[in-house]
């Protein structure tokens, strides 16, 4: 850090309240936040002891920092009403932390003279003290005008992150690789869970831990080439019983299990690790399976006619 600013933040939730904490940390002087939640209250007063809670126009006003730290669909109407109220002012520093969005949502503070910045972590967040040490190394997906890449780089390390610069036309599709990446990879370990405690599993989260630790390490460091499992070595029968077992005892999984499944059977046919025959014969399991599912969720039978 090389300037103390006065940081505000507008949405104090849990990625608001934690980065707030952390520039404080840095150095600089946390004046305001805004919160309208018991919970977005609580966490001020647990993250940033002493800090007012104020309006959010009352935020921008006292700030030289705005963090709007608010849901991405509510993101332009917050810029948009702050800026109409003559809340935002030429040479502030504007700062979101959306990852879908980029500079144009800004667009309203960079027509008043302020200056503005695209900061989103790469990190998955409680919104409690727990979080602030799993900045250190955190991953940044940042845009900014190149007159103010030296501003970011300076917040990014206060934060204890590095930065990943991502063009304006490619923010979404970085939001959509972490979402993937990250958000769904609950969900497919929440449903593996649900399947081995319907097994009889005592502690599922004990059994899976290892296994998940070394496939995710594996697929990090060696992508497809770390697949296994019965769809890489073409073993028919045994997703044919995995496809009657889940139908039969876990059967809310069964959509993401044969999606998924597509998923990997493609990639293995790609790189020729498969053979066509095999994969043919899965591939036709996998159909039968996905359109029976849909069949019995629309109270048909799987072979009824549909008119």
């Known amino acids: 850090m090389t300037t103390t600013l006065k940081v505000g933040v507008v949405g104090a939730g849990r990625v608001g309240a934690v980065l707030s904490a952390a520039l404080r940390a840095a150095g600089h002087d946390v004046v305001a936040a805004a919160g309208e939640s018991d919970a977005s209250r609580r966490r001020i007063s647990s993250l940033l002891p002493g800090v007012p809670v104020a309006k959010p126009s009352e935020v921008a006003r006292a700030s030289d920092l705005l963090l709007l730290t608010v849901p991405d669909d509510m993101l332009a109407n917050v810029v948009t009403v702050l800026c109409a109220s003559g809340a935002v002012r030429p040479g502030q520093v504007v700062v979101h932390t959306s990852g879908r969005h980029g500079l144009a949502v800004l667009a309203p503070a960079t027509a008043v003279g302020a200056r503005t910045i695209a900061l989103h972590p790469a990190m998955t967040f409680t919104g409690t003290a727990v979080d602030l040490p799993r900045l250190s190394g955190c991953v940044f997906g940042v845009t900014a005008p190149a007159a103010e890449r030296e501003l970011t780089e300076s917040l990014v390390a206060d934060l204890g992150g590095s930065p990943m610069w991502v063009p304006e036309q490619h923010r979404t599709?970085?939001?959509?690789?972490?979402?993937?990446?990250?958000?769904?990879?609950?969900?497919v370990v929440t449903?593996?869970?649900?399947?081995?405690?319907?097994?009889?599993?005592?502690?599922?989260?004990?059994?899976?831990?290892?296994?998940?630790?070394?496939?995710?390490?594996?697929?990090?460091?060696?992508?497809?080439s770390a697949l296994t499992g019965p769809i890489v070595r073409g073993d028919v029968e045994t997703v044919s019983a995995h496809l009657a077992d889940i139908t039969a005892h876990a059967p809310q999984t069964l959509n993401s299990y044969v999606a998924l499944a597509r998923a990997t059977l493609a990639?293995?046919?790609?790189d020729g690790r498969l053979l066509p025959i095999r994969a043919s014969r899965i591939q036709a399991m996998l159909e039968r399976a996905g359109t029976e599912r849909s069949d019995r969720g629309q109270g048909r039978t799987p072979h009824q006619e549909i008119r």
């Open 173 to 187: 599709l970085y939001h959509a690789g972490l979402a993937h990446g990250a958000n769904h990879l609950v969900t």
């Open 191 to 224: 449903e593996a869970m649900e399947m081995l405690r319907a097994a009889g599993a005592d502690d599922p989260a004990g059994t899976l831990r290892p296994l998940l630790e070394a496939a995710l390490d594996n697929s990090l460091r060696s992508g497809d």
């Open 267 to 270: 990639r293995v046919v790609t």
